[in-house]
């Protein structure tokens, strides 16, 4: 491949994730189960210039290993990087591997799950989109939500609505509670979102938490 067409290939795979990411995840989307958008934070993100996205090529026989240390890679990356907004909520790297074939992108899920302690002790989300991604919606099992044109992790800070994906074990919650837990007072849990409220009582409660 020349140089060209390796600038073109790029630009081909930039704008295919702009347009998943303006059309898709910055959307509604009717089967969410919640008002707004799919990801509330990437267009937030995205104006303030606090997104960064990121390509990188796997080769035609990519292994466990490698998916495993571009993730790992990308987390320290995450925290040279000199974002250029200043609200470290909305800094999100999106690291894209264009070069990833379709029967491979069970690699991707599974380097998410081994890596997910690694970022979330360091407060951080990832998370895996690709064609075949069957992760659901945390307020609709029936909608697999992570659907992407194009393999995709994202990484991002720990948000209050993510208890749906880290009461599942007890040092994922306690994470999550070291940041949030202020924010369940009893007002709050009387009045905020219901359903955020009782995963996170549900969650105190199964690792022996007072409330």
């Not at 491979?104 to 890596?115: G, H």
Request: aromatic share 10%; hydrophobic share 35%; net charge negative.
């Amino acid at each position: 491949m020349s140089s060209r067409d390796s600038a073109a290939s790029i630009d081909e795979t930039l704008t295919v994730v702009d347009s998943w990411l303006d059309d898709y995840i910055s959307a509604r989307h009717p089967d969410i189960g919640r008002i707004g958008p799919i990801c509330p934070f990437t267009a937030p993100s995205r104006k303030n210039r606090t997104m960064e996205i990121r390509i990188r090529y796997v080769g035609h026989s990519p292994t466990p290993e490698l998916i495993e240390e571009i993730a790992r890679s990308s987390l320290r990356e995450y925290g040279l990087i000199s974002w250029q907004g200043r609200n470290p909520m909305l800094r999100a790297l999106v690291v894209v591997m264009p070069d990833l074939h379709s029967e491979d992108t069970k690699l991707l899920d599974e380097a998410q799950e081994q890596v997910k302690d690694e970022f979330v002790a360091q407060g951080l989300m990832v998370g895996q989109f690709h064609e075949n991604c069957q992760v659901p919606a945390a307020r609709n099992p029936d909608f697999e939500v992570s659907r992407a044109p194009v393999p995709v992790l994202a990484i991002r800070a720990i948000a209050l609505h993510d208890i749906f994906f880290l009461q599942e074990h007890r040092h994922w919650f306690e994470k999550y509670r070291e940041k949030f837990g202020k924010y369940y007072t009893p007002e709050s849990m009387e009045n905020d979102d219901r359903v955020r409220v009782e995963e996170y009582v549900q969650a105190a409660r199964k690792y022996g938490y007072e409330l």
